[in-house]
């Protein structure tokens, strides 16, 4: 089974219902990042890393609507034919 944006978006989404915190979604963004390894388009791979990043600090995390934004853009830009 493929692992698609939109499924990143919705795994993400799901965290983000359980309470906004950008360092649990950055951490939960960069485990999935680990498990697709080379799996992933670089495209998509930097697309995930733009949220994993939140992790670093306050200079790097976006507000939940920030968050729910980018990621319905990158669905919206990347479709669900990536694997």
């Known amino acids: 089974m493929t692992y698609t944006p939109d499924d990143f978006r919705n795994d993400l989404i799901c965290e ?31 697309e995930i890393l733009g949220v994993a990043v939140m992790e670093e600090g306050p200079q790097f995390e976006m507000t939940e609507t920030q968050l729910r934004e980018y990621l319905d853009r990158m669905v919206e830009e990347l479709g669900n034919e990536e694997s």
Do not use: C, W
């Not at 979604?25 to 680990?34: L, N, R, S």
């Open 16 to 46: 983000i219902e359980r309470g906004y915190d950008p360092v649990r979604v950055a951490q939960v963004a960069f485990g999935i990042m680990q498990d697709l390894g080379a799996k992933i388009s670089t495209e998509y791979h930097n």
